[in-house]
C-alpha cells in the first residue's frame, strides 16, 4: 500500500541532484519585476504570459535513470536569474509520444517522492508521461531572501510566477517531441492546487485538473490556516494584502474552467479552513466532480492508493466531452459534506 503522506505530502529536505548555486535576489516594483535583465521582465498582475517576457536558457540533462517500466530525467530549465527549476520527467517504456501530466504538491513540499521508483512505476504505469517540479520559494527555489519572506508573505508572486512557471514548462514539453501536447493534465495539491487553477484558467494545453485539499478564498484562509503563524497573521489579514491577491483566488477562476474537473478534501482543515473549503465548492463549475472525504479515502483503502490518479489518467488517455449540468464524468456528481 503507498503511503498516503508520500501521494499527497512529500518529504521536505531532500534536494535534487544537481542543484547550482547560483543565486540573484529579485527586486519587484508595482508587481514586475526585472530578473538581472530586460530580457526577463515578469508581470506578476496577470496570469498569463502575454505580458510577460521569459526567455528560456538552453535545458540542461541531468542524470537518466533507465528502470524497469519507465525511464526517469532530471532537467533543469530556467528563464529567470538564479531561479534553475528541476523537472523530474518520467517516461514509460516504450511508449510513443505519450500523454502526460503535471504534478504540483503544496508548500513546503520538496520534489523528492519523484525518487521513489514504486511512485514512479505508478504514475506510468497506463503509459502516461508524469513530469514533477516545486512551486515559486519552496524547497531549491528558496534562498537569498530575508527569512521573513516566503511563500505566502510573497502570495501573488508564489502563486503567479509558478502559474508562468507551469506554462513555460509547456513550452519546453512541446519542443521535446516525444510528449503528445495535445492530451496534457495536471494534478496540484494544497497550494498546487491552487496554481493549477490560474493555469488552466490561461492555458488551453492543459485538459484536465485533479485538485486535493486546494487553497483559496484568500479573506478567510489568511484568516484562520495553520499554515501562518500566529504572530504573522495580522499581516495578511490587511486590506492591502488581500488586495493584491484577491484577483487570483481560485474562487473567481474556478467557475471560468470549462475543462473536466476532480476535487477533494482529504485532511480536513489541514491547510484550507472550512469556511474557505465552503467557498471553494461552491465556486467549482457544473461539470465538476467534488469527492467527500469519507468517498475519498475510502476508495484509497480499498484500493491501496493504487487507483489514487486514476482519474485524471483517464482524463488524458481519452479526454472526455465536458458534461452538461446534471451530466457526469464518469460516475455520480457529488456534493462534500461538513
Known amino acids: 500500500m503507498l503511503n498516503r503522506r508520500l501521494l499527497l505530502h512529500p518529504l521536505m529536505n531532500l534536494m535534487p541532484a544537481l542543484v547550482l ?7 519587484a516594483q508595482n508587481g514586475v519585476t526585472s530578473h538581472g535583465s530586460a530580457h526577463h521582465a515578469e508581470d506578476w498582475n496577470s496570469v498569463s504570459l ?3 517576457h521569459l526567455v528560456p536558457h538552453a535545458p540542461f540533462a541531468g542524470e537518466t535513470d533507465k528502470l524497469p517500466g519507465f525511464t526517469r530525467e532530471l532537467i533543469r530549465v530556467q528563464w529567470r536569474d ?19 501530466i503535471l504534478y504540483l504538491y503544496s508548500y513546503p513540499s520538496e520534489s523528492d517522492q519523484f525518487l521513489n521508483n514504486e511512485f514512479c512505476k505508478l504514475l506510468s504505469k497506463d503509459g502516461v508521461a508524469a513530469v514533477g517540479f516545486v512551486s515559486a520559494l519552496t524547497g531549491q527555489r528558496y534562498h537569498d ?6 511563500f505566502v508573505s510573497e502570495l501573488q508572486e508564489s502563486l503567479v510566477s509558478s502559474a508562468h512557471d507551469v506554462q513555460m514548462i509547456l513550452n519546453y514539453l512541446a519542443t521535446r517531441g516525444d510528449i503528445d501536447m495535445n492530451h496534457i493534465g495536471m494534478f496540484g495539491a494544497g497550494s498546487g492546487a491552487a496554481i493549477a487553477v490560474l493555469a488552466a484558467g490561461v492555458d488551453k494545453r492543459i485538459k484536465a485538473v485533479e485538485l486535493v485539499d486546494p487553497w483559496g478564498d484568500w479573506p478567510h484562509w489568511v484568516a484562520k490556516s495553520p499554515v501562518i503563524p500566529e504572530n504573522e497573521r495580522a499581516n495578511y489579514v490587511r486590506p492591502e494584502f488581500l488586495k493584491k491577491v484577491a484577483p487570483f483566488d481560485p474562487v473567481q477562476w474556478l467557475p471560468r474552467l470549462k475543462i473536466p474537473v476532480r476535487l477533494q478534501y482529504l485532511i480536513p482543515e489541514a491547510s484550507t479552513p472550512i469556511e474557505a473549503q465552503k467557498s471553494i465548492l461552491a465556486a467549482v463549475p457544473p461539470q465538476a466532480q467534488v469527492i467527500t472525504q469519507k468517498e475519498g479515502l475510502a476508495e484509497y483503502r480499498a484500493t491501496l492508493g493504487q487507483r489514487f490518479f486514476d482519474w485524471l489518467i483517464d482524463q488524458v488517455r481519452t479526454p472526455s466531452k465536458v458534461q452538461a449540468p446534471g451530466e457526469s464524468l464518469g460516475g455520480k456528481e457529488k456534493s462534500a459534506q461538513f
Not at 82 to 100: H, M, S
Not at 145 to 150: D, E, G, L, T, Y
Open 21 to 27: 548555486a547560483t543565486c540573484l535576489v529579485a527586486k
Open 50 to 52: 502575454t505580458s510577460s
Open 82 to 100: 538564479g531561479d534553475p527549476i528541476y523537472l523530474y520527467v518520467i517516461l514509460p517504456r516504450n511508449a510513443k509520444k505519450p500523454p502526460a
Open 145 to 150: 531572501r530575508p527569512m521573513r519572506q516566503w
